[in-house]
């Protein structure tokens, strides 16, 4: 399994910007993905999931700006960021689930996201 994120970059506050990871191996539709980040100092924490019954979840810091829409057929999960904030500024990861019967999560590099003020 590898999954490619890509679509990081330099964006001014109040901007948006697309993330995307492109799934390949076993990963299909009926997978959970999302994207986690982790900004300098911080800990990785959650961002938006796409789970396997189809709900889309965020978190609270980015509920009514991000969204996390999926194409099943390019097997692509993506990361919409608008009125992006420079406490947005991390790595953000790209993560699939490996199964129902197994805990483990597959993880992609990380692409880069930093907000000016």
């Known amino acids: 399994v590898q999954l490619q994120a890509s679509g990081g970059g330099l964006v001014r506050a109040g901007g948006s910007l697309r993330l995307s990871c492109a799934a390949s191996g076993s990963i299909t539709s009926r997978n959970a993905m999302g994207w986690y980040r982790q900004a300098p100092g911080k800990e990785r924490e959650p961002v938006a999931l796409?789970?396997?019954?189809?709900?889309?979840h965020c978190s609270d810091s980015v509920k009514g700006r991000f969204t996390i829409p999926r194409d099943n057929a390019r097997n692509t999960v993506y990361l919409q960021m608008s009125s992006l904030k420079p406490e947005d500024t991390a790595v953000y990861y790209c993560?699939?689930?490996?199964?129902?019967?197994?805990?483990?999560?597959?993880w992609g590099q990380g692409t880069l996201v930093t907000v000016s003020s």
């Open positions: 993560t699939a689930d490996r199964g129902a019967l197994d805990l483990r999560w597959y």
């Open positions: 796409f789970s396997r019954d189809g709900a889309t």
